[in-house]
């Protein structure tokens, strides 16, 4: 979690410079996927569509197989954000959000809090980087609330997202 704050800091300290001119992009749409879920394996894949220079609206979907603990099961889930680029644009800023997702898992797992199994809805702080060529990188964490399937597996947890892919 150190090391996460360490490089999103870094990253905002190299794009000051980006804010000095907000040039209009021509990026509309940014697709992306998760490549650390990859590890369990899960594809996440993640849209986003400008609402306008400061405003998207972005929707989740992930599938795959995870192991905890020796069991192995399916997981699904989908979710949307709204965001809200506080400094720069969509094609590359500082963003504050709200997300609301539904994480669920085909059989029972030792620790479902670690996947966020259930509902969940917070708010993040993220940056967003998009090349002129198209390349996209995005980096968010936030506080969520968990709503698990029983009052023990309900908790604040964190969301974090490093997101990789391209906008056209």
Known sequence: MRLVFVAFMFFFTLCVSIYAEESA??????LTISPFRFENPELYISG?????????VAAMLGAGRITDEGTTCTI???????????LGSFAHGIMIG??????????EIENPRA??????????LGY???MKKGFT???QIGPVYLWGKTADTSESQTLLALNVGWSL
């Open 25 to 30: 992009s021509q990026h509309n749409v940014s």
């Open 48 to 56: 986003e569509l400008r609402l306008a220079p400061k405003i998207g």
């Open 76 to 86: 699904w889930e989908g979710g949307g954000q709204f965001r809200y680029y506080l």
């Open 98 to 107: 709200a997300d609301l997702g539904y994480v669920g898992l085909d059989d």
């Open 115 to 124: 996947y966020l199994v259930g509902t969940h809805a917070g708010g993040f």
């Open 128 to 130: 967003k980087f998009s």
């Open 137 to 139: 990188a995005e980096l």
